[in-house]
């Protein structure tokens, strides 16, 4: 990592003075940055590539562009992890998630258990307590009836756990060499019980970041599961439902939870710059607070990845009153799933839209969205 300069208490990456004809260098860069971000977003690909998929600045523009250019609605615009819904009264969250991870069979999981978890999270990222599940399923020609029935098991267990039914579904059968053995979508309904408003656009100057645990734990396990680079560790993906940790946590600061978003594709570097956009604040984080595990560290660093960018599947980024902060995270350490639980940072005014990361060695930096991601099919 690069050392820019010292890090101050509020960093302002050299905001002009009042009055002054010229802006600095990197008050340039700032503007530069804000001009891009204001531009239409356009597809200039003719052709969908693996980086459309990855959750980083290519999946952005792909569903702006396309997507809500013509699905675009007051439900769906905010982008959030589920539609908050209103049916005769009662609060409800609605939300659809597909895996096509690879390996499907992974240290800690497989695809069962993880499109069961997903949904159940995404859900729990409203607010709302889940109930019911639809699945369906894509088969390959071929593909090992064994093997279907264990993802099966896997996902009647994960269900079972989080307390939710599967009550409908589909499936379907494509030719051999048309899909990668199987695929699922499911499809999840949550009642939201709370009076909660929880929002990547509800950050605020003084907030706190928490992180409910160590980070990027699920994307080094299935990148070892591939068995690729030829590298052993002890490490397990981190799947798992969040929904119990989140009532948790809300009824512990009723009313001061900001933001709930869990740290999937594009791990939380991706989901901060979510929240700094949409909030029009900067998010800053100290690098030395982020829980992260020895294991995930040596294999990032040994695949040249940042951490901060490898996705987990049973952890989430929250934004919370600075002033409740301490009991927040008192809340989620009492809890198996949030031991880990840390303050990893700040939201303050300026600079706006961005993600600015206190390095260790006493710098501040850039944390951009990455383009693609380098780890395809890990969810």
Do not use: W
């Amino acid at each position: 990592m690069t050392t820019e300069r010292p890090a101050r208490e509020t960093p302002d990456l050299g905001h002009a003075l009042p009055g002054t004809p010229h802006p600095g260098r990197e008050q340039q860069v700032l503007d530069r940055i804000a001009r891009a971000r204001r531009r239409k977003a356009v597809v200039k690909e003719e052709r969908i590539t693996l980086a459309h998929g990855a959750g980083g600045r290519a999946t952005q523009t792909l569903i702006e562009a396309v997507f809500l250019k013509e699905f675009g609605n007051a439900l769906l615009a905010p982008l959030e992890d589920g539609a908050t819904l209103r049916l005769d009264g009662a609060r409800a969250a609605f939300t659809t998630d597909s895996f096509v991870v690879s390996p499907l069979f992974f240290p800690g999981g497989d695809i069962g258990d993880l499109a069961v978890n997903g949904t159940v999270n995404d859900l729990a990222m409203c607010g709302a307590r889940p109930e019911y599940l639809a699945a369906g399923f894509i088969l390959e020609e071929g593909f090992p009836v064994a093997d279907l029935r264990r993802i099966a098991a896997s996902m009647a267990a994960a269900a079972r756990a989080a307390g939710v039914s599967i009550v409908t579904g589909d499936t379907k059968v494509v030719e051999r060499g048309k899909a990668d053995g199987c695929y699922v979508t499911t499809t999840g309904v949550g009642v939201i019980e709370r009076p909660v408003s929880l929002s990547a656009s509800g950050a605020r100057p003084g907030d706190a970041v928490i992180v409910s645990g160590p980070i990027g734990e699920h994307g080094a396990a299935i990148m070892l599961a591939r068995g690729d680079y030829g590298i052993e560790a002890a490490l397990q993906s981190d799947t798992a439902p969040l929904h119990e940790l989140v009532a948790g946590l809300l009824d512990s600061v009723p009313g001061k939870v900001r933001t709930l978003r869990d740290a999937t594709r594009g791990g939380i570097a991706t989901i901060l710059n979510e929240v700094a956009t949409a909030s029009d604040v900067a998010v800053v984080v100290d690098e030395d607070a982020v829980p992260v595990r020895a294991e995930v560290t040596g294999v990032c660093e040994l695949l040249g990845i940042d951490p901060f960018y490898v996705a987990c599947e049973g952890r989430f980024v929250a934004i919370v009153d600075g002033a409740h902060a301490g009991r927040a995270v008192d809340a989620l350490r009492g809890h198996p799933l949030g031991a880990g639980a840390a303050v990893i940072g700040t939201v303050k005014a300026d600079p706006p839209g961005l993600v600015l990361l206190r390095t260790a060695f006493g710098g501040t930096r850039i944390v951009d969205v990455l383009v693609g991601d380098p780890l395809p099919r890990i969810c």
